[in-house]
């Protein structure tokens, strides 16, 4: 079966020269829920505005429902209307994507682009409101709301039009725990509702949950690893490698322990062994 | 009866609605054309990472050497001395690696292009004199224009030739040596040296952080224009886009104005108290040296050509 997103060999690189992505393949089945892990830098955001037909390779082909992807495809024909509305994109910084004047009217935006009637539009908006409990925010600006309340706003505005595929840049970044917790349960909804989600993170937590297969980019911005979520998290070397582990040394009374390490924004523990840490002389 | 897919059943609610694609309209196109304007106008860098003449000199000996380039050129009266400044411009983009198509969309081709059209009239014994070889306009005899008088014979003359010619010189030279200069050496770089010609030190650091600032509202502006683009799904009126401009604008102009207030809290966090100082640059190197050296002489030789 032909895949739904495919890219081979796409290389990206910005303006001023600076490369961004280099001889990325990647290939994504109906349904499928991808991770996409790297350090800060590596390209995970290049590759979902790739994969989100913002912005175009400078080398390589990209094809999603079965046609290649080009800005000219996009911005004349009308299979342009047809990707936007399948491909949802939310952006790691969601203030880009928050323009209307209040968070009932930012829901409502797409469902009125699509020409929905107005009665239509009325019920996917209050549908995906009680959704998201966003009812207390409907006439609230959304700039002035709270980083978690925002990303909310960003996603309930995204589903509002009913995509086939949800490309989601770092949707956990700066969220509390709670508003971590609260998004990744939406994100859970989305996948079990048949939609294709591919998340980018370094949030390795969160990975084994939201995702069935994990594509690892290292920081030269190829890609380094791909496979299970188990797989690629006991792979402590490829880890190491992409930067998203490092070892940690601490003391305690009298030796040093050193351990793997990553930064998921929880509380951690781990195991001591004192007789095969070191002494502190 | 085959059941349509999610695609098909699209179409025909679009057909059926009246949807149009959202194309790139002007506000995408601008929008782009500003942001690859600044990026090349003020973040170019790529030829200032090559290993050339220019780039492997203190910042400092480019720009004096770049200075006393100029003044030695606008000193030049006579063709072989324009000619040979011209050369030595030449040679050192060359030498650093800057390639002639960089420099001409640098602005040297507009600069071409303007100064051929200002020296044009002056080709003409109409404003430098001189018997004309190439006529143009032939009357029986003098006419008056106004207070003008005009000779029976218009055409380009040699003298003409020989005055258009001094100011392309001198001009391209002149260009070609300031676009060598920025193109071997980064923003902040060039901001430094300036210290070293002693101007205020508060403009310097007020205009280095204005190109630091600019490329990060710059880099706002595309994320802005790009989640626009994601939701984008289909042609809005014109006054929508221009409704959105507003708002946008309005929007980077109050986050800018919030950077503003957290750069300035930022600063007098690190002791900021109005006073700009800042560490003493080191010392010019031989190489500096023998440069500025190498481009004195030149230059004072080719007066004496």
């Not at chain 2, 004096?64 to 009266?77: D, E, I, K, N, P």
Request: glycine residues 8%; contains cysteine.
């Amino acid at each position: 079966m032909q895949p739904l997103l495919e890219m081979d060999q796409v290389s990206y690189a910005y303006a001023e020269g600076i490369p961004a992505l280099s001889g990325v393949s990647l290939a994504v089945a109906e349904g499928e829920r991808v991770a996409i892990l790297g350090a800060n830098g590596c390209g995970k955001t290049t590759l979902l505005k790739l994969l989100g037909g913002l912005v175009f390779a400078q080398q390589g082909t990209y094809r999603a429902f079965g046609r290649e992807i080009t800005d000219p495809l996009l911005s004349r024909d009308p299979f342009g209307m047809f990707f936007r509305k399948e491909i949802g994109v939310l952006f790691q910084h969601v203030d880009a994507q928050l323009f209307n004047p209040t968070v009932e009217e930012e829901i409502a935006f797409g469902p009125l682009q699509l020409g929905d009637p107005p009665e239509e539009v009325r019920r996917k908006v209050l549908e995906t409101m009680e959704l998201f409990s966003l009812g207390p925010l409907a006439g609230r600006a959304p700039f002035a709301l709270s980083g978690g309340e925002k990303k909310k706003v960003a996603l309930a505005a995204v589903l509002a039009t009913d995509p086939r595929v949800l490309l989601l840049d770092e949707p956990t970044a700066g969220l509390d725990p709670r508003s971590s917790r609260i998004l990744v349960d939406l994100i859970l909804e989305a996948q079990a509702r048949g939609r294709t989600v591919v998340t980018s993170t370094n949030d390795l937590h969160v990975v084994p949950e939201i995702a069935g297969r994990v594509l690892v980019i290292g920081e030269d911005r190829r890609v380094l690893a791909s496979g299970t979520p188990e797989a690629i998290l006991q792979d402590r070397e490829v880890l190491r490698a992409a930067n998203l582990i490092h070892r940690h040394r601490h003391a305690h009374q009298d030796y040093w322990h050193e351990h793997e390490h990553e930064h998921p924004g929880v509380f951690h523990v781990h195991p001591h062994d004192p007789p095969s840490d070191e002494r502190i002389a | 009866m085959p059941i349509p897919s999610r695609e098909q059943e699209f179409f025909e609610m679009a057909r059926a609605r009246r949807l149009r694609p959202a194309r790139n309209g002007f506000v995408d196109k601008s929008l782009r054309q500003l942001a690859a304007f600044f990026s090349d106008a003020l973040l170019r860098e790529e030829t200032a990472r090559r290993s050339g003449l220019l780039q492997r000199l203190d910042p400092r000996a480019r720009l004096l050497g770049t200075l006393f380039f100029v003044l030695s050129v606008s000193l030049a009266r006579s063709i072989p001395d324009l000619a040979a400044h011209a050369a030595l411009v030449a040679a050192v983009l060359w030498l650093s690696h800057v390639r002639l198509r960089e420099i001409l969309g640098a602005g040297l081709l507009i600069a071409l292009v303007f100064s051929t059209l200002m020296a044009l009239p002056a080709t003409l014994n109409l404003v430098s004199g001189g018997k004309p070889l190439l006529p143009l306009l032939v009357r029986d005899a003098a006419w008056r224009l106004g207070p003008y008088t005009i000779p029976p014979i218009v055409g380009i003359s040699r003298e003409g030739l020989l005055t258009a010619a001094t100011f392309l010189l001198r001009t391209l030279a002149s260009v070609a040596a300031v676009l060598c200069l920025a193109l071997s050496t980064p923003w902040m770089d060039l901001l430094r040296a300036l210290r070293f010609l002693r101007l205020p030190p508060l403009v310097l650091q007020t205009l280095g952080m204005t190109v630091r600032y600019l490329h990060v509202l710059l880099r706002q502006s595309e994320e802005i224009h790009l989640g626009k683009k994601s939701r984008a799904l289909t042609r809005r009126p014109l006054i929508a886009d221009h409704m959105w401009v507003g708002s946008r604008m309005a929007y980077a102009w109050e986050k800018s104005l919030r950077l503003m207030e957290d750069v300035g809290e930022a600063m007098t966090a690190r002791g900021f108290t109005g006073e700009m100082r800042a560490a003493p640059g080191s010392r010019l190197r031989a190489a500096d040296w023998g440069f500025l050296a190498a481009v004195a002489g030149l230059c004072l030789g080719a007066h004496f050509i």
